[in-house]
């Protein structure tokens, strides 16, 4: 070879292109199931939040704190937590149904806005279901 010819060759360059897509093959998905992940443990925690606020609302109120169904996070974040935003609605909706003796009176629940499958409850008696 002269001194004047540099560069790659074609097979060089498939051969750095192909561990590229390797690497993104395996990389992607797991990055996505990390954001996932960490997605899931914030609208555990913030139904972790509601429960120990909840705690507070019945020993003020001698009752618990319910919305009904649907996206209620804004007024939840209001109400219950005196208009600090605590939970974060962007990926989960949050809501409070009144519950049977069996729940303690109330039922948090944690709903992924994407899909509707992932569901994460807690009770008064801070029992929780699918975390």
Same mark, same amino acid.
């Given at each position: 070879? /002269?001194?004047? @010819?540099?560069?790659?060759? +074609?097979?060089? +360059?498939?051969?750095?292109?192909?561990?590229?897509? !390797?690497?993104? *093959? !395996?990389? !992607?998905?797991?990055? +996505?199931? %990390?954001?996932?992940?960490?997605?899931?443990?914030?609208? #555990? $925690?913030?139904?972790?939040?509601?429960?120990?606020?909840? #705690? &507070?609302?019945?020993? @003020?109120?001698?009752?618990?704190?319910?919305?009904?169904?649907? @996206? /209620?996070? *804004?007024?939840?974040?209001? $109400?219950?937590?005196?208009?600090? &935003?605590?939970?974060?609605? &962007?990926?989960? #909706?949050?809501?409070?149904? #009144?519950?049977? *003796?069996?729940?303690?009176? %109330?039922?948090?629940?944690? &709903?992924? /806005? !994407?899909?509707?499958?992932?569901? %994460?409850?807690?009770?008064?008696?801070? /029992?929780?279901? $699918?975390?």
């Amino acid at each position: 070879m /002269k001194p004047l @010819d540099r560069g790659f060759s +074609l097979v060089e +360059l498939i051969v750095v292109v192909a561990i590229l897509g !390797v690497l993104a *093959a !395996v990389g !992607v998905p797991m990055y +996505l199931g %990390y954001i996932d992940s960490a997605r899931a443990t914030d609208a #555990q $925690n913030g139904l972790r939040s509601i429960h120990l606020m909840q #705690q &507070e609302y019945n020993s @003020d109120n001698d009752e618990y704190y319910t919305t009904g169904e649907g @996206d /209620k996070t *804004a007024d939840i974040n209001t $109400n219950l937590f005196g208009g600090d &935003e605590t939970l974060n609605g &962007e990926y989960y #909706q949050f809501y409070i149904q #009144q519950g049977d *003796a069996a729940d303690g009176g %109330y039922i948090a629940c944690g &709903e992924d /806005k !994407v899909d509707s499958s992932k569901i %994460y409850k807690i009770n008064a008696y801070n /029992k929780t279901t $699918n975390f």
